[in-house]
């Protein structure tokens, strides 16, 4: 795919992902993606293959988010394989503290599916908002 489809492709997934529709994201992992969430929090590490990412590291973040989870793009820029998203997050966990991070994700792509993310953000917020992912 082009660098403007896949730009197109990450604009219709985080289009949902801003009304909390996820389908479109998991639907576009390839079965051997993987997640890097950058830094040294308790959250960090590398998640490999898209049954990993789904168990380890995102039903632990739906658990303590109140309804759906939500994430606002801001900015798309795309070159090649590649595009860079940034995006902002509109959530209350269920202990209810905001928890609204900023992120930078690095997507690349290949053939349509999603291969890798690798995702920068706030990680004081994670640690002082979220519970140990793996509790």
Known sequence: MSSSE???LMQHIFGELAEGNS??????MAEDFQWIVAG???WSGTFRGRDAVL???LAPL???IEGRIKTIPLRFIAEDDFVVVEARGNNITKSGDPYNNSYCFVVRLAG?????I?????TELVSSVLKDPAA
Do not use: C, F
């Not at 389908?23 to 576009?28: G, N, W």
């Not at 349509?112 to 890798?116: A, T």
């Open 6 to 8: 896949n730009k197109q």
């Open 55 to 57: 168990n380890q590291l």
């Open 118 to 122: 690798t995702e920068y953000m706030d």
């Open 23 to 28: 389908r479109p994201l998991v639907e576009s």
């Open 40 to 42: 040294n929090s308790r």
């Open 112 to 116: 349509g599916k999603l291969q890798e």
């Open 62 to 64: 739906r658990a303590q």
